[in-house]
């Protein structure tokens, strides 16, 4: 590694760029979320004390908390479990694999149309399920709203976390475990023993990213729900942007920093956890 | 038999995974009464019936697909947004966050650990943390309205930094060390060690970016006004189901270049997400 300062040469457009468009939009927001009154009068937490009393910024919080705390170790011990079983099935390889990142490609836009007919009062499931003499649920009107859209977050993360944890389980030694094999370790225990602790250096990066992508459901959720969705899949960008609409200036800038807050503190525990994670600096 | 059910198992996710694709492409070859009568419980509130949906249309038609090319010129303007938007993203990516991500990884300056945890967590906000002030910047560049509103910010993400710069700190340090000796200046070492080595990384993050803005929803919901300047991830959904066999067709078509570039790509973006994970 050399230190010298060509480095900034290399990273100078960019820098620039993230200054504009993210690192001092970011300062304005801060000051924002500090100032009450248009002209930013007067400093102070009000803006604070509003939300954190405003019935909207609660169950926004609480949907997108709860959608991150059921989603990140689903996908993560579904994607896992499935990853360990092509790892030992290599034949099945190639194919499974990409039948599992084809979601990644299929555009917003054709699942949501599919949506619009399978999950609607007078859709394909009710149909199915009114067939087979069930009562009919109400989809997209209900508490089921919420796990349609952990399935389809599921459905589209899958196979990209699958390659993540094969490529961590490509690390393992093949000889440790025969070895282990040979001296009579269960499934479990090699599970356990060998093939966790091996991946866990990539955990890091895989959580990092599954968060990331886990704000892109709003796109799902606004497409089809529209600006104001059943409660339960309100998230907090939905608030941000009916804030935004209605001019709340000084809701959106104090929810907006309250937001990052939290993330920054996720990502830094993260990181701590993870020190030896792939992204040492 | 554990391996038969497992083998059962995978097989069954993998028909759910794929499912969707397929519904599109049934969808748009159905004929324009089929399609009718099977969407009737949906379409018409005052019949009392649910979606019928068969595996495989009865006749098959590509009624919808011509009546897209001849009555919907709206298509194809949004449709030539969205591949104007992702190309302009991508090359401006490729000239801003590959040099980006060469610094990052490869040398060694003040303030770099701080500024690259800066582009981690500017990757991971939401777009509607810094819509505002962004809005702001926007209008005072007078950009609004345009499709530069969403190229721009775009073009300088932080999210190809920070999968690039992970390949790239996978290129042994002597290698460079040995080039350094030899009198090839910095740029020169960039563009002859740097990019060549880099390459399938690059690709990865050029797909999953492409794959991004071709869905994109977030910024042109705000920042772009005009119905002939949004992309198609906006448009088709909004579209009348009363014309059921124009919309499949339109997402069956929105979905054919994403799922090529995609299968194109596949083998760089299996590469490109590996060495995110692994520590080399």
């Known amino acids: ?281 | 038999m554990k391996s038969k059910a497992g083998l059962m198992c995978v097989s069954f996710f993998a028909f759910i995974v794929l499912y969707p694709a397929l519904f599109i492409l049934i969808g748009s070859l159905m004929g324009e009464e089929e399609l009718a009568s099977n969407l009737a419980g949906i379409l018409d509130k005052s019949v009392d019936d649910y979606v019928s949906w068969s595996l495989i249309p009865k006749e098959c038609s590509i009624e919808s697909y011509r009546q897209i090319m001849l009555f919907e010129p709206g298509f194809f303007v949004l449709f030539w947004n969205t591949v104007k938007i992702c190309i302009g993203v991508i090359i401006g990516q490729l000239l801003i966050a590959v040099p980006a991500a060469w610094g990052f990884a490869m040398y060694d300056f003040p303030l770099k650990k701080v500024l690259f945890m800066l582009y981690i967590i500017f990757m991971m906000l939401p777009f509607q943390v810094l819509m505002l002030p962004e809005y702001l910047v926007l209008s005072r560049l007078g950009l609004l309205d345009t499709l530069w509103s969403v190229i721009l910010p775009g073009a300088f993400s932080t999210f190809p930094v920070f999968i690039i710069y992970n390949f790239f700190k996978g290129i042994p340090e002597e290698e460079v060390e040995a080039a350094r000796l030899d009198g090839a200046g910095e740029f020169r070492i960039f563009f002859s060690i740097g990019i060549p080595a880099g390459r399938s990384g690059i690709a990865a993050a050029m797909i999953l970016q492409f794959l991004e803005y071709w869905n994109i929803v977030e910024q042109p919901m705000i920042f772009i006004d005009s119905e002939e300047k949004l992309p198609l991830s906006l448009y088709l959904p909004n579209m009348n189901l009363e014309n059921a066999g124009i919309a499949f067709a339109a997402a069956f078509l929105s979905l054919i270049p994403s799922v090529l570039i995609f299968r194109l790509g596949q083998e760089s973006l299996e590469s490109g997400i590996t060495a995110t994970t692994i520590k080399r």
């Not at chain 1, 930013?40 to 997108?64: C, H, P, W, Y």
């Not at chain 1, 199915?128 to 589209?156: D, P, Q």
């Not at chain 1, 907006?256 to 956890?273: E, F, G, N, T």
């Open chain 1, 1 to 281: 590694m050399r230190n010298n300062r060509s480095g900034y040469l290399f990273i100078l457009l960019s820098l620039a760029g993230v200054s504009v468009f993210l690192m001092l939009p970011y300062l304005d927001i801060l000051l924002k979320s500090f100032s009450t009154g248009n002209e930013g009068v007067s400093i102070g937490l009000d803006n604070f004390k509003q939300i954190l009393q405003n019935e909207a910024f609660r169950i926004a919080t609480k949907n997108t908390v709860r959608f991150i705390a059921v989603c990140i170790p689903l996908l993560l011990i579904l994607s896992l479990a499935i990853s360990i079983y092509i790892y030992e099935n290599p034949k099945l390889g190639s194919m499974v694999k990409t039948s599992f990142l084809i979601p990644m490609a299929i555009p917003v836009t054709s699942v949501v149309l599919m949506w619009r007919f399978l999950f609607d009062d007078n859709g394909i499931l009710n149909g199915i399920l009114c067939s087979l003499g069930f009562n009919t649920v109400s989809w997209m009107n209900g508490s089921a709203a919420f796990w349609i859209l952990v399935g389809s977050y599921i459905w589209k993360n899958l196979g990209y976390n699958i390659i993540l944890w094969l490529a961590a389980l490509a690390t393992i030694d093949p000889q440790v475990q025969s070895a282990a094999k040979l001296d009579g370790a269960s499934g479990f225990q090699r599970l356990f023993r060998i093939t966790l602790p091996s991946v866990k250096n990539g955990t890091f990066i895989v959580v990092v990213l599954a968060i990331l992508n886990s704000f892109k459901v709003f796109r799902e959720a606004y497409l089809v729900a529209g600006d104001y969705p059943h409660d339960s899949i309100y998230l907090t960008q939905h608030l941000f942007n009916n804030w935004f609409r209605e001019l709340e200036l000084n809701k959106l800038a104090a929810g907006a920093v309250l937001d990052s807050v939290i993330l920054i503190i996720l990502i830094l525990v993260l990181q701590k956890c993870w020190k030896k994670g792939g992204t040492k600096l």
